[in-house]
């Protein structure tokens, strides 16, 4: 451990490892803990910084000597020098960095368990981590992540011709992955926070006119997946969620009381509520084949239907219909209601909004219907005057 006066010339020329040795520790004899390691099969050496961390001696890496001037090394090693004797401990804070898990850690051992019992959203989530977020940035630890990295990626998503939601929601999900490590104490700052949003208005308000229905239901009424349409039929008769329908069972339903109860556990917002059943929906359910477990249940499978979107759009171009989301036979029902008379606050009981200003998006069709409410007034009026 020889203690030399470190010059440029000597970095540049003298940094040898002896043979035999594993290393060999050069010290600069101007900057006292400031020292040079050198290996046999290094190229050059590395400057560590040492000194005493609870009564033990420790090294924090400083640069290559290729990448480091001397002069810069003795001005980075009296940094953190001065750090130390200000309580800093570097070794100890590298240590810590270290054990900051990566994101795909993270998610498989914290995140993925945490969503399976708290979120009705893991489903979406995995597939969001799955689809890009895994392979861009699972080797990253927590901590490495910054703003700019997530603002980027965000932007590269829209640029890719992804929707601003869609977007969106990937800064959404790591948003809440950092708060969540925030909380379990895996993480000091959440990188997404600030991030702003595309926040699109993805509130798409796609309503089927009389004739489209009409369409529709000549469709659902003749092909011959059974289920499919019954359940599409069940759709537009309620309002219903695609979820809360594959999820209902016969005990949910009474037929005497006109009710559906959907229990918190199949609703969107975590709340049960009771559902009033219309003739439509009740001449559907009295169709059914079965009278207990589960509405609809898959005869290939034997459980119940998970999804049916494939099938959907086989539906839906047969009615040429090409762009109709499932979601928009919930809009289709929300809008019969509000050109009916019904009031957004009826409107919002029926679908089980979390709050009337949620509903509010159909007022303009209440409104219509009144404003045609007011006009056959002056239709009379204008007869009377012979217009």
């Known amino acids: 451990m020889p203690i030399v006066k470190l010059t440029q010339d000597f970095v540049n020329n003298n940094l040898i490892c002896p043979v035999g040795k594993k290393r060999i520790e050069y010290c600069d004899k101007e900057l006292p803990g400031l020292i040079i390691i050198v290996s046999p099969i290094s190229q050059g050496g590395t400057y560590f910084l040492r000194y005493k961390s609870s009564g033990k001696t420790a090294y924090i890496k400083i640069a290559r000597t290729n990448e480091l001037t001397l002069v810069d090394g003795r001005k980075k090693a009296k940094l953190l020098?001065?750090?130390?004797?200000?309580?800093?401990?570097?070794?100890?804070?590298?240590?810590?960095?270290?054990?900051?898990?990566?994101?795909?850690?993270?998610?498989?051992?914290?995140?993925?368990?945490?969503?399976?019992?708290?979120?009705?959203?893991a489903s979406s989530d995995h597939q969001l981590y799955t689809c890009r977020l895994e392979s861009r940035f699972g080797h990253l630890r927590l901590n490495q992540f910054t703003k700019t990295m997530i603002i980027g990626f965000h932007n590269e998503l829209r640029e890719s011709g992804l929707a601003g939601a869609t977007c969106d929601h990937y800064v959404k999900f790591l948003r809440h992955a950092f708060n969540l490590a925030i909380e379990w104490d895996l993480l000091k700052e959440n990188p997404a926070s600030?991030?702003?949003?595309?926040?699109?208005?993805?509130?798409?308000?796609?309503?089927?006119?009389?004739?489209?229905?009409?369409?529709?239901?000549?469709?659902?009424?003749?092909?011959?997946?059974?289920?499919?349409?019954?359940?599409?039929?069940?759709?537009?008769?309620?309002?219903?969620?695609?979820?809360?329908?594959?999820?209902?069972t016969h005990s949910q339903i009474n037929i005497e009381t006109r009710t559906w109860k959907i229990p918190a556990l199949n609703s969107k917002s975590k709340k049960a509520r009771s559902l009033p059943l219309g003739d439509s929906f009740i001449d559907i359910y009295n169709q059914l084949s079965t009278k207990e477990g589960y509405l609809f249940v898959n005869r290939i499978t034997g459980t119940r239907y998970q999804n049916i979107h494939k099938y959907w759009s086989k539906l839906r171009l047969k009615a040429d219909l090409k762009t109709l989301r499932i979601h928009d036979l919930r809009h289709t029902y929300a809008s019969l209601l509000a050109n009916s008379g019904r009031s957004i606050l009826e409107i919002s009981r029926i679908l089980g909004h979390s709050s009337v200003k949620v509903s509010e998006r159909y007022s303009h069709l209440s409104t219509a219907t009144l404003q045609e409410a007011a006009n056959s007034a002056s239709i009379k009026i204008n007869a009377a005057m012979g217009k």
């Open 194 to 248: 600030g991030v702003k949003l595309f926040n699109l208005d993805n509130k798409m308000e796609n309503y089927l006119d009389a004739e489209q229905l009409e369409r529709l239901l000549s469709v659902l009424k003749t092909d011959p997946n059974r289920p499919v349409c019954m359940i599409i039929m069940m759709l537009i008769s309620s309002g219903a969620r695609l979820n809360e329908v594959l999820s209902s």
């Open 81 to 121: 020098k001065l750090e130390i004797s200000n309580g800093a401990d570097p070794s100890n804070e590298k240590r810590v960095q270290k054990a900051v898990p990566t994101l795909a850690v993270f998610y498989e051992e914290h995140y993925k368990p945490y969503a399976a019992v708290h979120k009705r959203s």
